[in-house]
């Protein structure tokens, strides 16, 4: 496998380039540090250049747009905004990273050789956000792309006039099964539950829509089909019962997990793979690794508050950097650990 | 980015996948698709690196639900590789360059 060594260590390197990733980009930019962001490789899941919300429509929530806005335009916009500024962004995927030693070293696939390109960074921001989960059931991967999906605004077209199904209760489920009435015929959205996790006002536009019918209490234990999706099978978790549902399409949002392998070992995560960071602020257990994003948020997960914890861990990178540089100078300066961190 | 590529329609495909003698790399695409975005430079950049030997067809289909459907496109991106006029390697969904290369690689 040919690595190489990208010459010269960086002031910041962010990973990861959703909401999150993308406003430490624009204000470490603007505070003239150059980041280098490892923004991801294409991909047709949320783990992307841009993440979740390149797989989303309308975004009607993010304060400033009166009429919403496209969740892909959303990005664009940020995206260019951090090249404004300055940040550097490449197209790779991280594959490990070492927070041993400062400068940390973080390794990205290297699309010309195969192999992988080592970078190196005083500071570091991880914003590598979450994956969405998938059923992990019989005929699921097989029929992925036919069929089955990950993104409802990319293959809702090809189900015009279909039945299908979504799998989940949460917001993303009933957004997608509204989106999805456009262009089916009906959209079942199975739940293991007998209520909604969505927030009130998704609810009360799934159950208004009369495209779509609710199947509760069930889970999915297998996609049939030979070469494209011809149905489900079901399982009713409170009668026991083994129905087969008639579909040729399914959308799984059964909801994310943060995508946090690459720090296994290395930083403090709690028992959801969330990375723990110090209350209030964007600092991890390391001195100079700052989290931000959903990767370490189980509980508000929106793009604005995303937006909000990206520009919290550049000012947190920001003045750690600072008070380095200040403690190289002077000794007796700034102390280096987490605990004596100040905002 | 290069914009070198042909506009493939239910019209023209027949003929211009026949004619070519060079393989064609067809990215099944549409505006909305957001994934589709993200991939279109990495596509470019692949048929510029392989010089005359590849070309690169783009099938809006919305416009194009024919060819589409002709080809069971349930999904989009979908890139199917054409050499002398017939489908050779099948790649659902937006992919990184070195994934793309790997299953590109063995037919071009």
């Known amino acids: ?343 | 980015m290069t914009n070198d590529h042909v506009t493939l329609t239910d019209e023209t495909f027949d003929e211009a996948i026949g004619a070519s003698s060079e393989a064609v790399l067809v990215d099944f695409w549409a505006e909305w698709c957001g994934p589709c975005k993200m991939v279109a430079p990495v596509l470019d950049e692949i048929v510029e690196e392989q010089g005359g030997k590849l070309k690169l067809g783009k099938i809006n289909i919305d416009d194009n639900m024919e060819l589409a459907r002709r080809f069971d496109v349930m999904s989009i991106p979908t890139m199917i590789l054409f050499k002398d006029g017939e489908p050779k390697v099948r790649i659902v969904g937006a992919k990184g360059k070195g994934q793309l290369l790997q299953e590109l690689h063995p037919h071009l």
């Not at chain 1, 996790?197 to 297998?222: G, H, Y």
């Not at chain 1, 978790?237 to 943060?258: K, M, N, R």
């Open chain 1, 1 to 343: 496998m040919a690595e190489g060594r990208n010459d010269g260590v960086r002031d910041v390197i962010i990973v990861g380039s959703g909401p999150a990733g993308l406003t430490a980009a624009i204000y470490t930019g603007r505070a003239t540090l150059a980041p280098l962001v490892i923004e991801g490789e294409p991909s047709s899941t949320s783990d992307q250049p841009g993440g979740q919300l390149m797989l989303t429509t309308e975004v009607e929530n993010f304060p400033g747009f009166v009429d919403g806005i496209m969740g892909p335009e959303l990005m664009g916009g940020m995206r260019a905004q951090a090249l404004r500024f300055g940040a550097e962004l490449l197209t790779a995927r991280a594959t490990r990273v070492d927070l041993s030693e400062r400068p940390f070293g973080v390794w990205a696939t290297d699309p010309m050789t195969g192999g992988e390109v080592e970078h190196r960074a005083r500071a570091l921001i991880i914003s590598t956000g979450a994956r969405s989960l998938m059923l992990g059931v019989e005929g699921e991967r097989e029929l992925l792309g036919y069929g089955v999906s990950t993104c409802a605004t990319c293959d809702g077209f090809f189900f015009r006039g279909h039945d299908i199904a979504v799998v989940g209760g949460g917001d993303s489920a009933l957004e997608e099964a509204i989106f999805l009435t456009k262009f089916a015929k009906t959209v079942t959205v199975i739940h293991r539950r007998s209520e909604l996790r969505a927030s009130k006002i998704m609810q009360e536009r799934a159950l208004a829509n009369p495209k779509i019918r609710f199947v509760w209490d069930s889970v999915v234990t297998a996609v049939r089909g030979a070469s494209k999706v011809e149905g489900v099978d079901l399982r009713n978790l409170l009668t026991g019962e083994e129905p087969q549902l008639a579909v040729t399409g399914l959308f799984v949002a059964i909801g994310h997990a943060p995508t946090s392998d690459l720090f296994k070992g290395q930083l403090d995560l709690d028992d959801g793979g969330y990375i723990v960071t110090l209350g209030g602020t964007s600092a991890t257990n390391v001195p100079g690794v700052f989290a931000c994003g959903d990767v370490q948020d189980h509980v508000y997960r929106q793009a604005v508050t995303a937006a909000g914890s990206g520009c919290m861990a550049a000012i947190d990178a920001e003045r750690w950097l600072e008070a380095q540089a200040h403690h190289h100078q002077s000794p007796g300066g700034m102390p280096e650990d987490a605990a004596t961190f100040t905002r």
